[in-house]
């Protein structure tokens, strides 16, 4: 249904909101990942932006289709038999929601196995994505209940990966605090977002619809707060850039050495120790030098 009466402007407003912060959020991880030295990029940053770009792609399209579009059904719609544009904004909408969380998948996945075996999740939402591609093109009304398959499956998703994410980095005791950081305002936003579905709207009073876009806008807040004090995600995954690891006594001389990689180094571990015991004197005559005001 078409949003009308003295509830229009409220929930317009706050839905532009949703729109806004969500683009916001997708454009920070590809400036994250685009500060990041080439060596130092990984995926993820790339999947949390395609995830928060097709979450915004969705506000986008249900504004368009809730609030500017006739739903008037006609003959002849485009290639259906019939449609409104109502209904073909919201199938726009499914399908950036699906896409979204297919690229979310696809990148995370690309490094690791979450469950059963790799790409398990990825082929669930691609699944779910040509199926959703098929039903569009046969019937604009079908794809409605793609969002009660998506939400479920990403919430699952979202949940084994934060908690592998959080083992990665963390001590096991504080992994729980961790996920209460995120895991609320994702249902939130879920529970939200089903209260802005037709289902709800045309059994409902558009007062729930109100109390669902606050939710969210609760959710999407807090997002923002931790994907802004996020650092880096090579940071996490520091053991796996390690190159070399040396150990040295305070005079500089190598103790103990280890290559991660493959390559056959030219310097031996007393000239690398050597060179960083001379980096480190350096270093300590300038932070010397800068905090007693000499130079």
């Known amino acids: 249904m078409v949003i009308e009466g003295p509830l229009r402007l409220p929930l317009l407003t706050i839905e532009w909101f949703f729109a806004v912060i969500l683009l916001e959020l997708g454009l920070l991880f590809i400036l994250k990942f685009m500060r990041q030295e080439k060596q ?7 999947g949390y932006s395609g995830l928060f770009f097709g979450f915004s ?6 504004i368009i289709g809730n609030y500017y579009m006739s ?3 006609v003959s002849n719609f485009f290639l259906w038999d019939q449609g409104s544009m ?14 979204g969380s297919l690229i979310f998948a696809f990148s995370m996945e690309k490094h690791r196995i979450y469950l059963f075996k790799k790409y398990f999740f990825t082929i669930c939402f691609l699944s779910l994505t040509i199926t959703s591609l098929t039903v569009f093109f046969i019937n604009l009304e079908i794809i409605k209940i ?19 994410f959080f083992k990665a980095g963390i001590k096991a005791e504080t992994i729980a605090i961790e996920l209460l950081k995120f895991i609320p305002a994702f249902i939130l936003l879920a529970v939200g977002f089903f209260l802005s579905h037709d289902y709800f709207m045309q059994n409902l009073a558009l007062e729930f619809r109100l109390g669902g876009s606050l939710l969210q806008l609760l959710a999407l807040i807090s997002l923002a707060y931790f994907s802004i004090r996020l650092p880096a995600f090579a940071e996490y995954d520091w053991f796996e850039k390690l190159e070399e690891l040396l150990v040295m006594n305070k005079a500089g001389i190598c103790l103990f050495h280890k290559s991660f990689t493959d390559q056959i180094s030219h310097l031996n571990e007393i000239l690398m120790s050597g060179a960083l015991y001379s980096v480190n004197i350096l270093l300590d005559e300038l932070t010397s030098a800068k905090a007693t005001g000499s130079s």
């Open 86 to 99: 109502r209904a073909l904004f919201s199938n726009f909408s499914y399908l950036s929601l699906i896409t």
């Open 146 to 164: 793609i969002p009660f398959i998506i939400w479920p499956l990403f919430l699952v998703f979202l949940t084994i990966y934060l908690v592998d």
């Open 57 to 62: 792609l969705t506000w986008f399209f249900l």
């Open 71 to 73: 739903e008037t059904v």
């Open 40 to 46: 130092l990029r990984t995926s993820q940053e790339i």
